[in-house]
Every structure is written in structure tokens, then in C-alpha cells.
């Protein structure tokens, strides 16, 4: 193929000239020797584009020729009578063969540019493939450790409350047929059913609450998240939170501490509180009764504040931090800290608050504390575009939760 093409380039050559000059000569006496140099440089650069250098050089030489045979005095012979002629056919000629080598040249160094090219669009589509195998494998191991999890969760946190309640009401259910149909004695007291009734109730609610933390899981990986942002102050989201937790934090004393003149925010308040309330819930679960639980909350810059709930108990390891963040991730279920504290729970609730964090457009982490064992955790939100904020609640006595709270 290469040898063929190369004879069709000398053919092209050889041809062009000829029929070039033959049009030349049909109007020669309207055409000078400029216009006849101009018309076969043109040929020979054609040549050059599309055959390459050798083809060119071919060209230029019978260009040369047809030049000097048919347009330069005397003509029909190879021989040149002015000084000057002699001076345009060497000109010509070194033109022609320069012209040629340049465009050939630019034509090896497109051809290699667009061989580069295609081969970086290879080595890129080879990459992304690489990429798309790798992270296709990365996912497949990914949901296997989810089913690991969702099993390990489903396992601890819906067949415990389940045997719970089946125990219970295979009791009372028992208790009932023995006294009403078999007409045998009252086995069980009225503390004894209701000890079982408060467990049927609670362990119904564990499970409410793992539904509700798969269903608010879902909603948000799924980005149907939608917050409801009003203008609000830190302290009334406190005070909403310390209320509904005081059932929690009676064996703890919770200690708040707000800045002076923090600014109001623009947040979905009901969302807000309930990380709040989780991270609390979980400050209590992870330390002894009688310990200290600190909510603070602070400017973080002009854009965000800084809200932060400190405990006394478990001191999470380093290399376990950006994981408990991770849908059903229990660090004392999963054998990763030493503390003999097993708190029950789905390990689903930072993982909501963290993506009702991110979806106000805020950052959670678990930060070093300043001094003694527990754990931090802090997360940011934004303030909001400038506008009005509202009133202060009346009732809201921000003095009041300032202080320590038996």
C-alpha cells in the first residue's frame, strides 16, 4: 500500500504540472512569468499536502522545466538568454522545493498530532474503563457490607424488640386462658402486667423508630430531603430540644452555653432539633449517669455558626471517626472501642443528622476535645441571606438554659 501510494504521488505530480502549464500556454499571452511561478508553486504545495515530500521535490523539478521550456526566452529550449531569468527559475526553484518540505512537514505533524490524539482518547477510554470496573467493583463491595450491616441491624434491632413482644404477649395471652377458660388462679400480679405491657409499648417504639430511621435514610440518599427554612434563633431550638430530652438527661447534668448577640438562622428548625436531640440521646447513651453533657453553640464565621455537644464517656478512636457516620455503623456493636457500655440502638442517627446537616448546606465531625475523655461532636450551619429575622419568643428565657440543668 505505502508503494502504491507513493507511485499515485509522483503520477499527481507529474500531471498537475503538465496539465497546469498546458492551461498556462493556452493563455500565455496573457500571463507573465510571476502569475506561471505563482500557478506551479500552487501545484507543487497540493502535491506536497496530500502526497508528501518526495512527490513534491518531483514537482518542482518539472516544474522547473515546463518553466523554463515554455515561458522563459528563448522558448522551446532549455537554455536561459538573461541573466535575470536565470536569477526567477533559481528563485522558483528553491520556493518550490522549500514550500514543498514545509507543507509536508505540517502534514507529518498533523498526522502525528492526530495519531497522539487517538492514542490519548485510547489510553482515556481504557482509564475510564479501568475506572468504571473499579468503582463497579467498589459498589459491589460496598453493598455487600450494607446487606452485612442491614442484616447485622435487622438481626439486633427488629428480632430483639419482636421476641420481646412475642414473649410478653405469649404470657399475658397465657395468663388469660388459664383464668377465664380453664378458671385456674391469677398467676400474675398488676405490676407483672404491667411491666410486661410498658415493654410490649417500648419495644413497638424501638421499632417505630428504626422504620422511621430507614424511612428518613431513604428520603435522603434519595434527595427527597426538602427543608422548610424559616428565620429562627439558636435559643428557642435549645429550649425545644432540652425539653424533649429531659426523660433522657435526669441522671445527667446537661450544661448550655450560647454566645452573646449570636445571629439568627435560616434553617428547617424541626430538622435542626432533631440532630440536636440525636446527638444528646447518643451523649447520653455513650456515658455514665452523673456526668456532665456540655451544648454549646458559637459563631463559626460570617457565614456559619458552630453548635457542639461535648460528653464524659466513651473517647472515640481516631481512625473510627468518619465511619460513625455510616448507615447502621455502631462502634461498641462492632467490638471497636473497649468501653463496657452497650447502649441499644439502630446506628442509623448520625447518619440522618449527618445528611440533614450537609442538606442545609452545613459540615458534622467529631472533634478533639480540649481536656479529659468523651467525645465532641460539632456541625455548622448557615446562616442565611440577610434579611428581617423575627421576633424572640416571649416566653423563651434564654438566661434560663444558660444554666446547669438537673
Known sequence: MPLEKSW??????????????????????????TTV????????????????????????????????????????????????????????????????QLSAHAKRRAEEANAGRREIERLYEELRNAFERASHAEALKQSEKLKSALLDAVTHDIRTPLTSIK???????????????????????????????????EECDRLNRFVEGLIELARIEAGELHL?????????IFAMVLKRAEPLTRNHKVIVKIADELPAVQVD?????????????????????????????????AEMIQIAIEDQ???????????VFDKFFRATRDGDTSDTIQPKGTGMGLAVAKGIVEAHG??????????????????????????????????VVAGAIRQEMN
Open 228 to 236: 422548610r427554612r424559616r428565620w429562627g434563633v439558636v435559643d428557642e
Open 167 to 201: 414473649a410478653s404477649v405469649s404470657t399475658l395471652l397465657e395468663e388469660l386462658q388459664s383464668t377465664t377458660v380453664q378458671g385456674g388462679p391469677v398467676t400474675l400480679d398488676i405490676d407483672a402486667r404491667n411491666e410486661m405491657l410498658e415493654v410490649i409499648d
Open 362 to 395: 452545613g459540615r458534622i465531625w467529631i472533634d478533639e476535645k480540649v481536656e479529659g475523655v468523651g467525645t465532641r461532636v460539632v456541625f455548622t450551619l448557615p446562616i442565611g441571606e440577610p434579611e428581617p429575622p423575627p421576633e424572640r419568643s416571649p416566653n
Open 8 to 33: 499515485t504521488g509522483y503520477l499527481i505530480a507529474a500531471s498537475g504540472i503538465a496539465a497546469t502549464t498546458a492551461v498556462l500556454k493556452l493563455f500565455s499571452s496573457h500571463v507573465n512569468a
Open 269 to 301: 428548625a424541626r430538622a435542626v432539633a432533631e440532630v440536636l436531640f440525636t446527638l444528646i440521646d447518643n451523649a447520653v447513651k455513650y456515658s455514665s449517669a452523673g456526668t456532665k453533657i456540655l451544648v454549646s453553640a458559637q459563631p463559626a464565621d
Open 313 to 323: 464517656g466513651q473517647t472515640i478512636p481516631r481512625d473510627i471517626r468518619e465511619r
Open 37 to 100: 511561478a505563482l500557478a506551479l508553486l500552487l501545484v507543487v504545495l497540493l502535491v506536497a499536502t496530500r502526497y508528501g515530500a518526495r512527490p513534491a521535490v518531483v514537482a518542482s523539478l518539472l516544474g522547473v522545466l515546463c518553466f523554463n521550456h515554455f515561458f522563459l526566452p528563448p522558448l522551446g529550449t532549455l537554455t536561459i538568454a538573461a541573466p535575470d531569468n536565470w536569477v526567477a527559475l533559481i528563485a522558483f526553484l528553491v520556493t518550490a522545493i522549500t514550500v514543498g
